[in-house]
């Protein structure tokens, strides 16, 4: 049903979805997990075929290990 309604799936990695954390939290004071992060990681990577749109992000899921946390914000990726 999701392919069904949507016009394209961008894929992302371990690497992107650290960054997005990274910069949600140091932008705006947010913490997420990686799934919450995904949807920046994904924009991110696309920047280019989004430029100029108006473009929304839902972000949920702040359930993260501190430890994985803490790994991140020093600039590491954890192993999944």
């Given at each position: ?7 394209a799936t961008l ?38 075929r989004f430029r ?13 290990d501190m430890p ?13």
């Amino acid at each position: 049903m999701a392919r069904r309604m949507s016009d394209a799936t961008l894929q992302v990695g371990e690497d992107e979805i650290a960054e997005a954390i990274r910069i949600l939290y140091t932008d705006t004071h947010n913490m997420a997990e990686g799934a919450g992060a995904a949807p920046l990681a994904a924009l991110m990577g696309a920047r280019e075929r989004f430029r100029g749109k108006r473009v929304a992000l839902i972000l949920t899921g702040g359930n993260i290990d501190m430890p994985v946390f803490r790994q991140i914000l020093s600039g590491q990726t954890p192993v999944a």
